[in-house]
C-alpha cells in the first residue's frame, strides 16, 4: 500500500511536474502565438498595403484573394473580385497575353506580362504582370501570386519619347534638307531621303576614315571641326560635273557636333542644302547687272560722241575713235574705206606708238574686216586662237589677237569698217551690248560721213553759185556799165534834140540799168554772207549798234530820226562785220518803212536767259500784215513797188542768212499802223 501510496505521490507529483512543464509550454506557446500573431498581421499588413496589387489565382485562374493594392486597381471590393477569372479585369486586347502568360506560370513557374487592367469605371492602365507559382503551404491545389506593378508613368513617358521620336524622324526624313549622322570615324550612321537624292544610296563599304562625300566635294574640315567640338558653316561648295551628272552644283553645307554624355562626340551632324538654282540666279542676275552696266557705259558712250561739239567730220570721227577705244578697252580704232579687195585707213585713233597712218592701204583679205564685209554684220574676236578665226591671216599678218569692227553704211550703201582691235587678247569676252554698241557707233559713223559728203557736195555747188555770181555780176555789170554810160551819153549829147517823152524813156533806161546794178550786187553779197572765214570773237553789239548807226547817219538825220539803246547790250560771239551789216539793214529798214507824218524812233533792247540772248529792235513804222511775216526773209520777198519804198528785197535774207551763222533765229511781230519788232535769238557768247 505503501509503494502504491509512494507510487501514486510519485505519479502525483510527477504530474504536477508535467503539470507545471506543460503550463509553462502553455504559457510560451501562448507567447509564440501571440508573437507570431503580431508577425503575422505585420506581414498581412505589408501585404495589404504593398504599393503593388497582389492576386492569389488558382489553377482555374480563378481570384482566390487580392490585397487592398490590388482592389484598387481593380476599383473593386474583394466581393466583386474573388472567386471571378482574373479574364475579367484585363483589357480584351490583352487577353491573349494573359492566356500565354498563365501557361508559362504553369510550365516554367513564374512569368512576366506587360499589359492593361480593367478597373470598374475607370479607363485600362498598364501593368507588369509578375507571377509565381506558390508552394503547397498555399492550399489545395495550383495556386500562383501575381504581382501588378502600375507602370502608367513609364508608359507615358515612353508614349511622349515614342511621339517626339516618331516626330523627330518624320522631320530629320521628310527635311529638303540632306541630313547625315556620321561618327567618329567619319562613317555615316543614318542619312536621310534628301541626303540619298543629293548625294546617292550611301555605300557601306567602308572607306578606310575618310567620309565618301566630303573626301570627293573637298569639304572634310566640315568633319573635321563637327568633331573638334565646333560647328562650321560653308556658304557655297563648288561641286563639279561628274559622271551622269552633267553639271556643276552648289551645296550649303553645315556640320555640328552632337556630345555624348562624358562630353566626347561620338557624332556629327551634316546639313547640306542644294543651292545650285538659286547660285545659278544669283550668278545669272550677277551677269545681268554686269551686262546692264556695260549697256549704260555703252549708252554712255555713245551719247558722249552723239554730243561732240559741231566741227569738221574728221575731228569728230578721231574723237568717237578715242572714245569707242577707250571703252572697249583696246589699243586701236580705225574707220577704213572698202573699195573691192582695197583696204584704206581713212582715220585711227591709237593708244600706243603705232605705225598705223591715215591713207594706208592693206589687202582686204589679210584683215578682220574681211569677215564684217562677207557677214555685212559686227564681228568680234576677243582673243583669237580661242576664236573660230583661228586661221585667219589677219594675226599672221597684222598679229591682232583681239578685233571687233561693224560695217560703215553711207546713203545706203557699204562703205567701209569701224574697228577697234589689239595686239594683246582682250581682258573680256565682247558681249551682244559691246555688238550693239558697234552697230549703233557705226551709224553714227556712217551718218556723220554722209553729213560731210552732202556738206562738201554742199560747198562745192556753193563755191560754183559763188563763181556764178561773181562772173554773172562781173559779166552783168560790164554791160549794164556799158548800158547806163551809153544812155547818160545819148541823154548828154542829144537830150536837147529829143522830145520830153524820150528824154523821160532815157531816164527809164538810166534808173533800171541803176536798179539792175544793184540787185546784182546785193546777189553777190547775198551769195558771200558766211563764206569768207571772217574771224569769229566776242562783239559788244552796243559798238556794233553805233557803227551801223554811223553808216546810216544821213539817212536818219534826213528822216529825223531817233535810234535808242534801252538798258545795256550784250556781247556776242560772232563776226562783226556780219552783226554791223544784220543791225545796219534792221535799222536801215525802221528808218525807211515809217509812216509819213511821223518821225522815226527805233528801240534796241535786250533780253538774257539762260542760254542765249534776244535782241529786239522796235519801230514806230507802218508795220506789216501778219500773213507776210515769214515771207518777208526770203530773197527779192517785197511788199512794196520801188516808187513808194526802194529796194531790192534782199536786206532781211542777208538777215536771216547772218542770223543762222551764229546759230540763232529771227522772227517778226508787227501791228500794222502801229510799228514792226524784230526779235533775234542769239547763244550767249560767255
Ligand atoms: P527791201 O527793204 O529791200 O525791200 P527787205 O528784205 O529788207 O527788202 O525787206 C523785205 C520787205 O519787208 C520789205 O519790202 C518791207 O515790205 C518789209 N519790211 C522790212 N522791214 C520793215 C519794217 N521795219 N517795217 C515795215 N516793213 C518792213
Known sequence: MADSHRLMTEALHNLQVHQEELRAQNEELHEAHGHIEKVSARYRDLFE?????????????????????????????????????????????????????????????????????????????????????????WGEGWRCLSTAMDITGRKLAELALRESETRFRAIFEQSPLAIQIVDAGSAPRLSNRSWVKLWGQVSTIPTGGKHPVLSRIGAENLLTEGLAGRSLEISAIHVAAEGERTKDRWVHGYAYPIRGQDDSIPEVVLVHEDITERKRIELALTEQTALLRRQYENLRVLSEIAALPPGPASQKLAHALDLGRRHLDLTMGMISRVEGS???????SAAEDTALADGMVFDLASTYCALVMEQDDVVAIAHWARSPHADHPCYRTHGLESYVGAPIRVQG????????????????????????????LARWIGAVLEEDAIRRDLARSNAELEQFAYIASHDLRSPLRQVSSYVSLLSRRYGDKLDADAREFIAFAHDGAVRMDQLVVDLLEFSRIGRDAKPIELVA??????????????????????????????????????????????????????????????????????????VTIRDNGIGIQPEYFDTIFGVFKRLHTPDKYEGTGIGLAICKKIIDQHCGRIWVESTPGDGTAFHMELPRGV
Not at 474573388?82 to 508559362?104: M, N
Not at 582695197?342 to 585711227?348: L, S
Not at 562783226?576 to 528801240?603: C, E, H, M, W
Open 49 to 137: 498595403y504593398s504599393p503593388v496589387g497582389y492576386f492569389i489565382i488558382n489553377d482555374s485562374f480563378t481570384v482566390v484573394d487580392a490585397n487592398i493594392t490590388g482592389m484598387g486597381m481593380l476599383s473593386r471590393t474583394k466581393g466583386r473580385i474573388a472567386g471571378k477569372p482574373f479574364l475579367l479585369f484585363v483589357d480584351k486586347k490583352c487577353r491573349q497575353e494573359l492566356d500565354g502568360h498563365f501557361a508559362t506560370v504553369r510550365s516554367v513557374g513564374r512569368a512576366s506580362t506587360e499589359l492593361w487592367l480593367l478597373p470598374d469605371q475607370r479607363p485600362p492602365f498598364p501593368v507588369i504582370l509578375e507571377s509565381v507559382r506558390l508552394g503547397e503551404g
Open 342 to 348: 582695197r583696204f584704206t585707213v581713212e582715220h585711227h
Open 413 to 440: 550703201k557699204v562703205y567701209g569698217t569701224v574697228n577697234f582691235s589689239s595686239a594683246r587678247p582682250s581682258q573680256r569676252e565682247f558681249d551682244d551690248g559691246d555688238k550693239e554698241f558697234m552697230r549703233l
Open 541 to 614: 553789239l552796243t559798238e556794233v549798234v553805233r557803227e551801223a548807226c554811223a553808216n546810216l547817219h544821213t539817212g536818219i538825220l534826213d528822216a529825223n530820226g531817233t535810234v535808242d539803246i534801252a538798258g545795256t547790250l550784250p556781247m556776242i560771239k560772232g563776226a562783226a562785220s556780219d552783226l554791223v551789216r544784220l543791225f545796219q539793214n534792221l535799222i536801215g529798214n525802221a528808218i525807211k518803212y515809217r509812216l509819213p507824218d511821223r518821225p522815226p524812233v527805233v528801240t534796241i533792247s535786250a533780253d538774257t536767259g539762260a542760254m542765249s540772248h534776244v
